[in-house]
């Protein structure tokens, strides 16, 4: 039972470059979330999904898109990473609360 | 949205005293109310959560209290040890879905 899997866990991009980030719970979660964490601000919400099929916009949303491939699986995409979006992030997964993490990406764009 | 304030940013005790840390939530819709502890490099983890027909909840060493009126929840370590050493998140939400995270506190306890 590995929990939440995230892949790759290290990456480092060019400015401009698409990357997408895999997540995969193996918990039977309906619902799944995205976080970036940064120095000093916390663990902020990218987008969520509550259930196979549906996806929400979180706190900071903009520059990022997500899948719900299917129930085991959420993935983010950067489309054209900038600087900005240098950060950890995290995939977490809940049958209501509480959620439980991925072990992280460590996102540099150079 | 919800907008969740940790105190203090840091924190720096002796082995076997006591850490405090407060957090202050806006939304007054807020039902669940848990606590993370991350070490370096490592995921969030779980160590309490709370629910607002509660008050205090203890798990050995550890306690969360919650004050529905002040919008106000604390974390409470007792006999702190070295690995208690991590940062700590409070965290707020009124449905389930979007936590909103406090900024954190870096606890150092000296051995």
């Known amino acids: 039972n590995a929990g939440v899997t995230q892949t790759p866990k290290f990456q480092v991009l060019k400015t401009g470059q698409s990357m997408t980030l895999q997540c995969a719970q193996d918990?039977?979660?309906?619902?799944m979330y995205w976080y970036r964490q940064d120095p000093g601000m916390g663990l902020r919400l990218i987008y969520y999904?509550?259930?196979?099929?549906?996806?929400d916009k979180g706190e900071v949303p903009n520059g990022y898109n997500v899948s719900r491939l299917n129930k085991r699986e959420f993935s983010l995409r950067l489309e054209s990473a900038a600087p900005s979006q240098t950060s950890v992030y995290f995939c977490?997964?809940?049958?209501?609360?509480?959620?439980?993490f991925g072990d992280g990406t460590r996102l540099s764009i150079l | 949205g919800e907008n969740v304030e940790q105190h203090p940013s840091t924190l720096s005790v002796q082995e076997g005293d006591s850490a405090v840390i407060k957090c202050t939530y806006s939304d007054s819709a807020s039902n669940y109310f848990p606590w993370y502890k991350q070490e370096l490099g490592k995921r969030p983890q779980l160590i309490i959560d709370i629910r607002s027909n509660v008050g205090e909840k203890k798990d050995q060493r550890i306690a969360v209290t919650l004050n529905k009126t002040a919008k106000h929840f604390s974390l409470h370590i007792t006999e702190t040890q070295p690995e208690d050493s991590a940062v700590y998140f409070c965290a707020a939400t009124s449905n389930d879905y979007k936590l909103s995270f406090g900024a954190g506190t870096t606890v150092t306890v000296r051995a």
């Open positions: 999904s509550a259930s196979e099929g549906t996806t």
């Open positions: 918990m039977n979660h309906n619902s």
């Open positions: 977490a997964s809940s049958e209501s609360q509480p959620q439980h």
